[in-house]
């Protein structure tokens, strides 16, 4: 999600892509544009960690992930942009992950070494088209609780994701008008 609201803009792309791997003052380790990016990403992070919809989307989730629901909300919520991509743009989803993947690549020397180690696989995977489907969208869960202290649960978050479907679908379209707007006024008053 955080690539498309970056809204095509290279630097905006890599610091919005980054910004996890990026903490503290450390954002001053990077070019203007891409820490723009990454103070971009911060902004959207507390918009929807106060969110109404995506508060209602982290209880759907709370009995499996814990403190980690909002975690898994992010992944589901990618898993919905994905899904009913072209309601949302005119591009096809395969050409825009294409095109983020090239801009990722064409910044690979500055990355963190984090970001470094799983661009790779995420490319390879295709891992923007792959959270469309569920298959790709566990795949994604289960990376998470390998490689961090995400919980092992992506058997039972799969299954609140198809119990719950539409009404995480209806959150998912209010959150994301909302973020889209925020995300343009923010820009234009930066």
């Not at 507390?46 to 909300?73: E, L, R, T």
């Not at 490319?123 to 390998?146: D, P, T, V």
């Not at 959150?171 to 343009?184: H, I």
Request: glycine share 4%.
């Amino acid at each position: 999600m955080h690539l498309y609201l970056s809204d095509h803009v290279e630097h905006i792309m890599v610091g919005n892509f980054i910004a996890d791997s990026v903490k503290g003052k450390r954002i001053n380790d990077y070019p203007s544009g891409i820490s723009r990016g990454i103070l971009l990403h911060r902004k959207i992070d507390n918009f929807s960690d106060q969110h109404p919809m995506v508060k209602a989307s982290k209880k759907h989730f709370h009995s499996v992930y814990g403190k980690y629901s909002g975690v898994a909300v992010d992944i589901i919520y990618d898993h919905f942009l994905a899904v009913n991509f072209q309601q949302y743009t005119s591009l096809i989803l395969n050409n825009f992950a294409t095109n983020c993947y090239k801009v990722l690549l064409k910044h690979w020397p500055i990355m963190p070494w984090e970001v470094k180690l799983f661009l790779p696989f995420l490319i390879k995977h295709k891992r923007l088209q792959s959270y469309a489907c569920f298959s790709g969208l566990s795949n994604a869960l289960n990376i998470m609780s390998r490689r961090t202290s995400f919980p092992d649960k992506t058997k039972e978050a799969i299954e609140t994701l198809k119990e719950c479907y539409p009404a995480l679908q209806k959150e998912f379209e209010c959150f994301f008008g909302d973020v889209v707007l925020y995300v343009k006024n923010y820009q234009e008053n930066a």
